[in-house]
Nanobody, 121 residues
Framework: QVQLVESGGGLVQPGGSLRLSCAASGSIFSINAMGWYRQAPGKQRELVAIINSGGMTNYVDSVKGRFTISRDNAKNTVYLQMNSLKPEDTAVYYC???????????????WGQGTQVTVSS
């Protein structure tokens, strides 16, 4: 069994910063891509940032230059550093990871429980 546990959300003023963390634990053989998604009230969940096992990253246009995704493979952890936050960044943020529990097994998608980020004065 695999678990993703997120931390780091909260309330911040516009222009402020937050750092989200997501640690994977359990039966893990390998982790492919890891990413952060968000869902605002009344909107569909969208991909915010993704990082593959080699460290290549991709971001949604609205966060480029403000957010940075990184990972620590030794700790099975992915981070999202969010700077210059705007009210439109307010959402529940979910981490996602593609994890294989055994050699030669296809990776399955796992999700964290979500953490609320609220940007407001």
């Amino acid at each position: 069994q695999v678990q993703l546990v997120e931390s780091g959300g909260g309330l911040v003023q516009p222009g402020g910063s937050l750092r989200l963390s997501c640690a994977a634990s359990g039966s893990i053989f390998s982790i492919n891509a890891m990413g952060w998604y968000r869902q605002a009230p009344g909107k569909q969940r969208e991909l915010v940032a993704i990082i593959n096992s080699g460290g290549m990253t991709n971001y949604v246009d609205s966060v480029k230059g403000r957010f940075t995704i990184s990972r620590d493979n030794a700790k099975n952890t992915v981070y999202l550093q969010m700077n210059s936050l705007k009210p439109e960044d307010t959402a529940v943020y979910y981490c996602n990871a593609q994890i294989s529990s055994r050699a030669f097994q296809y990776a399955n998608d796992y999700w964290g429980q979500g953490t609320q980020v609220t940007v407001s004065s």
